[in-house]
């Protein structure tokens, strides 16, 4: 591996410690009193405060933060405040969910991604070009709720296609992983083809086509091996863009994933949780774009990111 | 036809040349063309609409689209028309302020990264990779929460977490520019750091931010519709594009026009935006 | 280039066709038929009864816990774990005898011993439980006389004891379970029904417990579901995915009318919505500014935007499920000139500006009253906020108040089929300002006050309403709030699905629900 690889693994923990700060500062920093949603606006005074005190959230905040902290390290994210079980079980209960749609979803969009954007690349300023990137556009442009929603009346309500919500079979992956694929799909299209078109240009592949290698090759060896390198970039560094759309997709479609676990738990000042689920969260996108800078070094090995 | 081919090269290539100058400048037109129709919309909002936007006609709730209510009515009976047209003014300045500060906030951290380099580069960049591994919307969702709901609020947590782009964007043509010639020619005519940061990098990054701020410009709107969805968006009785297609979503089912009309125009303005930032990428790009 | 370009646009469309066909492939799963699938809008709080205060919660957790009474369908209370019941003269000591070889689904039996602990546990101030507080109001203790005879003794006369008893907390939990602190996720109690299954973000599953001591009369199974999408709650139902769907929001209630194989049950509910006014802000002290915001409000109208039709002006501060609401009263009628000659009167002809706290799903209402009072002069600031933070907002005292400038809270109380005292006593009561109580605008009268006190210390039942009739009317004329509209309860369910009935508040019984 290469030295600054290693590097960045070392500053991982770093960005982890950060993050941690931050997220604990800005949910203290959130108004409204989580004793107070437990025990609900009708109860009186007194119950709040013992509920405050249930909750241990009566102790000075650096004295919870090192105890969060303390505990973090050994792998207990402490309580969740809502359902009174360890945060842990609540994420290992709902992130196999979140991953196995954010896996297909990702599958869908690049594999059409880099389909429709080599298509694009090389049908350069023809029709095929034009539809491909207008469809891309025109995916990145729509609010994924609405496209979730009207997807749900169409297939789901008029046609009875497919499950309205939930999860369970392969069938209620349907909607919510292409939903959930659009946006990715436009970006990964974009980049395909701005990458492709480039690369074409270079000299290397004018000297491969000169040394008489048959167009396939020059396109599967030296093009698109070239190509890949920005395309796995930018695969990489949008899966933190589509967790954040999983937070809207899963709360469409009933999706028991961390997005909307998340959602729930912001809405409850259920502490724990959150830190828990955002820590999750940053430690995956970290690691996809770590593990997206090992590929681009297996690729090419010449290029660095520093 | 092969000896005409290639005895036609030469113009050909030449047709080509201007065709694909053509096509550059295809793709500003029908982007300009797009947010020029927005920018109008806005300016001639009070002329082009039919009816008062903030004006409620109880009975009138939920109309389809007719002769006296060309996109139909709202829950509150208000006309859908005028309230898309209004929302086009609030539509730029969500563009206007979140990328604005964006940009006002990320340019000089990046530049100061870029170019001062040692520990204030590390430190910069530290925050900036911890900042940028958020998913957008959680600390869209945390920033809202702690400022409290509105359309102000709603673009600071935007903008935020644009910064990171920002910055690195930054950061990549200060270190770029640094060792180039005549940066390191101006050093030697004993020009000062800041004045080598202003008067060189800067110059030389504006097309990239410029291209990127219009790359932005879409994601800002999207994204402050995303964030209405998850009712954090602008207070009533605004009408922002996002909460009216988020309120719209309710009724989906019974009339899909509360939601749908926004829901285009928002598609409309992200589209232009998206195609004219393309456009402009191609054309700054001296590789392409 | 073009040789090659086509397989790959080929590439592109094969994965299109593919994915198209996946699409078409995919048929909606079928339940099996003895699960009874509810849909409602919110998620269950905890599997402890004792330990949530929301409609939606008590309606999945029914099945499961009983307690010493219950309702039936016709909303009368009927013996469940207690056989027989007497109340001394005073109404301040109660005898329950309680129903014999009862066991919970541990295993645990049911006795005296029980039922005490099932108290003790609201009264102990130290175990914080979301739903002890109106318990610990009312309750002074509890004792077991013998192994089947429980005795309670409470704080002053409560006429709404017995339905206090059907609420919540009162519902027995397994003291096994909650002295093993796993109640909030596995629910042990006595109920027809027993928990399999609750997995927080997706489902909440029972099934007929078989040593239950009663007949059972319900499904096999009963699933439950939520979404916090409108819209899907109707396409749900709709696509016929569930069986029932709790609440059906007003906007699709004709939808639902008009499909032969859905039925709408529509029923009054206890639910009153209301602006509660900051009193102690200018010019809200002035009871004619009050009495011209009432009138400037169109209730009909509201009923009809909101609702869709599906609900009743508000006449009076209770409900007209509520004993002794009086249906005669009609104190604001829409009389916009009215209201602009009151304002004249107050100094006010150029109107005033005022905000209103309200949570994301009462926005709307909000919106319509700004349009409505606009036309008054009145400039409404509607300040939609997340629960969390509306709570904090709307329970503040008279200070934090005026520092954050909250004029006016808008929110709905619901004191169920609890009686009159659960609705005038924590909304208006001098000693239920903010925080103690609900009375968020800080109105005091003596007079109240009085009329309060005496009527929840009256036995008659005539006398008492005589009472809360007079409170009805000195509360209209003194204006605090400005009285909205009730909300009809309105589910919908597979037109195949029998045996269904609302409690007022909005919650529905299941437990002896039959699907074909």
Redesign the interface.
Known sequence: MPTYLLKKLV?LP??LL??SL??FV??R??????A?????????????D?????LGLDDPLPLQYLRFAGSALGGDLGTSI????PVTV?IA??LP?TISLALVAYG?AI??GL??G??AA??R?RW?DQL?MLFA??G???????LA??A??Y???EL??????????W?HY?MPA?TLAVMPTAVIA?MTR?SM??VV?QDYIRTARAKGLP??VV?RKHALRNALVPIVTIIGLNF??M???A??TE??F?W??LG?????S????DYPTVQGV?LV??TA??MMNFLAEMLIAAINPRIRFD | MTEITAALAPTDSKARRR??WL?RRRSIFIGGLLVGLVLLAAILAPLLSPADPYEQVLSDALLPPSWEHPFGTDDNGRDLLARVLYGARLSLLEVVVGVGLAVLVGVPLGLAAGTIGGLVDQVIM??M??L???????LA???V??L?PGLFNLLIAIAIFSVPVYARLMRNVALGLKSMDYVEAARALGASTPRIMFDHILRNALGPVIVQSTLTA?TVV?SA??LS??GMGAQPPMPEW?AM??DG?NY??VNIYM?LFP?LA???T??GF??LG?GLRDLLDP?? | ?????LP??R??AF??AT?LA???A????AAPAATLNVLQNE?P??MDPGD???TFTYTVLEPLYEGLVRRNKQLQLEPALATEWSSDAAGLVWTFKLRPGVGFHDGTPFNADVVVKNFQRHLD?????????RI??VLASVVALDEMNVQFTLKGPYPAFLSLLTTGPALMVSPKADAA?TL??LAVGTGPYRLVEY?????VLEERFPGYWGKPGGTERIKW?????Q??LN??I????VDIVNPLPPVFARMVKANTALTLHESDGAVVFFVALNLKQKPLDDVRVRQALNLATDRAALVKAIMFGFGRPANSPLSPVTPGYDASLNPYPFDPVKAKELLVQAGLPDGFSLSVAVQEPEARIAEVLQGMWAKIGVKLEVRKM????W??A??ANPDQKAKEGTGAILTSWSSGVNGADMQLR?LYHTASFV????NLGFYSSPALDGLLDKASATADEAARNALYGEAQKLINTDAPHVLLYYKKDLFAAQANIQNLWTEPGGGIAVRDAVKP
């Open positions: 500053t770093l960005i950060g993050v931050l997220v800005a949910l920093a959130l108004p409204g009193d989580p107070r949603l437990m025990a609900g606006p009708e109860a009186p005074q007194e119950a709040v013992a509920m405050r005190v249930r809502r359902s009174g079980r609540e209960e709902r969910k869908i594999s059409v389909s429709a080599m298509a090389i049908n300023n095929p491909t556009i025109a990145a442009s729509i609010a994924n709720f609405w929603l009207l749900m009346n297939f789901a309500v009875g296609w497919l499950p309205l919500m939930g999860s369970g079979s069938k349907i292409i974009r701005a078109i480039e240009g167009e396939r396109m933190g863009s967790l954040g759309g937070v809207v709360s469409v009933n028991p994933g909307r676990l998340l959602v729930d912001v809405r409850f000042r955002t969260a940053v996108v970290v | 065709r694909r096509s530290w925050t990779d911890v940028f591994a958020f998913p957008g919307v959680v969702i945390l920033i929460s702690i409290g879409g999207l519709a995303s969805f998850l996002g297609m988020s979503r989906l089912g939601s829901g928002i598609m409309l992200v589209l998206n195609i393309d590789r392409s | 280039m073009k040789a090659h370009g790959i646009v590439t592109g994965v299109a994915l996946g699409l078409l995919g048929l909606p799963l998620a709080r905890s949530q205060t929301a101030s130290k175990r914080g439980l979301a739903a002890s507080g610990r109001q602190g909030s996720r997995r927080s973000g997706e489902y579901t939520w979404t916090a999408e819209s899907v396409m749900a709709q696509a016929g995915e997340e629960s969390g933070v709570s904090n709307a329970f924590p925080p103690t109580g609900a």
